[in-house]
């Protein structure tokens, strides 16, 4: 593995970048949770090739790193942000029996129908439930990066299904069915 000095070379440097590091990544994100997960995530990557990566300017390629792993997180959750506002406020207002929640629940029924299992069920976790991913990836027993993996498959097919689409014109794709 890697000798005494490495790990202590290693250690020094996650002490003494971690904290500004995170704040950093928190400026960007403003969600503590991804920013720990991010600068986590980095030291990962640093610590698998620690020894190819020793260098003087680490602080500079670590920002860079950072910033980096930020712009693709704000990059997945603006799209998440998007679909995830109008299927909240959707299922906020279905259980109305007003016939416009009625045909809003309807329309969030079909388009779960959509989506295979698990990602049905992590979409619902996440987003209706309003469960962390962490909180989902424990009650299911997989990885957290699963869990990312599924919210991505799910906004992905809604959104190639959607494309173009505003709310209201997904909304009168479908009517409610007659009794």
């Not at 020894?51 to 998440?80: G, H, T, Y």
């Amino acid at each position: 593995m890697y000798s005494a000095k490495q790990r202590d070379d290693f250690r020094h440097l996650f002490t003494k970048e971690y904290k500004h590091l995170y704040y950093y990544s928190l400026q960007i994100t403003r969600q503590p949770e991804a920013s720990k997960d991010i600068v986590s995530e980095v030291f990962a990557r640093v610590w698998e090739h620690w020894p190819d990566w020793q260098q003087e300017n680490m602080s500079s390629m670590l920002m860079v790193a950072v910033r980096r792993k930020c712009i693709d997180f704000l990059r997945c959750n603006v799209v998440a942000s998007k679909y995830a506002k109008y299927y909240i406020r959707s299922v906020d207002e279905a259980y109305v029996q007003d016939s416009v929640h009625y045909n809003q629940q309807l329309q969030i029924e079909a388009m779960m129908k959509l989506l295979p299992e698990p990602t049905r069920t992590i979409l619902y976790k996440c987003y209706v439930e309003h469960l962390k991913y962490d909180e989902v990836a424990k009650q299911m027993g997989i990885h957290h990066d699963t869990v990312k993996r599924h919210i991505m498959k799910a906004l992905k097919i809604l959104r190639d299904k959607y494309a173009g689409k505003s709310p209201d014109d997904i909304a009168t794709d479908f009517e409610p069915e007659t009794y």
